[in-house]
């Protein structure tokens, strides 16, 4: 590990940002993280909403529609690396993306496609950790998509109390799920994510080697 890229997580131990890998995964620890860490960058008028919810949502969705348990595990680790590299909003990265552009001679899509080359790399371990195969199949994939479209759109009706999105038109053709969302406390995000992750992800099933 290079002590300056280290990230220390909640269970005290150290995660290279740089280099992180498949056994430093401890997904009892990232369901404390992603219990804490906000949707929306945290806009939700008067209340918390966590990524945590919004895996668990959205699995239980694609599980009542029919989907399996495989496809419902990848919808559940699809923010997972969050809780190490958090949720850096599309807008923040274009920003960062075009001042280093001005400021150092590159291209803005040449500092997009380093941070997406991060995301890779976390995505492809936490993946490993959970037992899945990485890349995604595409099927898989496009389902998952879905599903988070679905979740935006009912997340947005349900939390953002009528804020107008503005780019609305991009997903006005999506149909929200029937369900309201009620907000979770932290401590039943957490719980409640571990519970889906130890059911859902082979990796961690009852019998499944550690």
Not at 10 to 36: P, S
Not at 53 to 58: A, D, E, K, T, V
Not at 92 to 112: M, N, Q
Not at 192 to 203: S, V
Request: hydrophobic share 45%; charged share 25%; with cysteine.
């Amino acid at each position: 590990m290079t002590a300056s890229t280290i990230l220390t997580m909640a269970n005290g131990k150290g995660i290279d940002l740089l280099n992180v890998r498949a056994e430093d995964i401890d997904f009892v620890t990232l369901a404390e993280h992603l219990a804490k860490e906000k949707r929306f960058n945290g806009a939700t008028p008067g209340v918390e909403y966590s990524v945590a919810q919004h895996l668990c949502l959205g699995a239980d969705a694609m599980l009542r529609a029919g989907a399996t348990d495989l496809e419902a595990a990848y919808f559940l680790v699809h923010d997972v690396p969050e809780a190490i590299w958090k949720d850096d909003p599309t807008p923040k990265k274009r920003a960062i993306a075009h001042r280093v552009s001005e400021r150092c001679g590159v291209t803005a899509e040449a500092v997009l496609s380093v941070l997406k080359g991060i995301d890779t790399e976390h995505e492809a371990a936490v993946h490993q950790a959970a037992g899945l195969p990485y890349p995604i199949p595409h099927e898989i994939e496009r389902l998952v998509k879905l599903y988070d479209i679905k979740m935006f759109v009912t997340e947005w009706r349900d939390l953002m109390r009528n804020i107008e999105h503005p780019s609305w038109k991009d997903y006005q053709d999506v149909e929200p799920l029937p369900e309201t969302i009620k907000p979770w406390k932290w401590n039943l995000a957490f719980e409640q994510l571990a519970k889906r992750m130890r059911r859902l992800l082979p990796a961690l099933r009852v019998g499944s080697a550690p």
